[in-house]
């Protein structure tokens, strides 16, 4: 079993920053894909941004050059790193990761989330 626990989420000011963590445990021969989701309230879940294996990166329009994620293979952690912070940013922040095992197995896992609320 693979377990994803996030932390960092605050309450911060417009224009603040934030810095998000994710750190994957268990037993998996590695990762492929790791990512942040959003959702707020009344909203759908949408992508933030996600990150692979090589180091390509993708972001949502939304918070390019505004947010900016990373990932320490050896700590089977990823970052979100959140600059300049508005009040439409406010959700709850998911992480995610491909996950594979012996036998060519894969698997998708999901954090339990961690709220980010930006208000003044």
């Known amino acids: 079993q693979v377990q994803l626990v996030e932390s960092g989420g605050n309450l911060v000011q417009p224009g603040g920053s934030l810095r998000l963590s994710c750190a994957a445990s268990?037993?998996?021969?590695?990762?492929?894909?790791m990512g942040w989701y959003r959702q707020a309230l009344g909203k759908q879940r949408e992508l933030v941004a996600t990150?692979?294996?090589?180091?390509?990166?993708k972001y949502a329009n939304s918070v390019k050059g505004l947010f900016t994620i990373s990932r320490d293979d050896s700590k089977n952690t990823v970052y979100l790193q959140m600059n300049s912070l508005k009040r439409d940013d406010t959700a709850f922040y998911f992480c995610?990761?491909?996950?594979?095992?012996?036998?060519?197995?894969?698997?998708?896992?999901w954090g339990q989330g961690t709220q980010v609320t930006v208000s003044s």
């Open positions: 990150v692979t294996s090589r180091g390509g990166t």
């Open positions: 995610t990761s491909r996950v594979h095992f012996h036998g060519s197995y894969v698997n998708d896992y």
């Open positions: 268990g037993t998996f021969i590695s990762i492929d894909v």
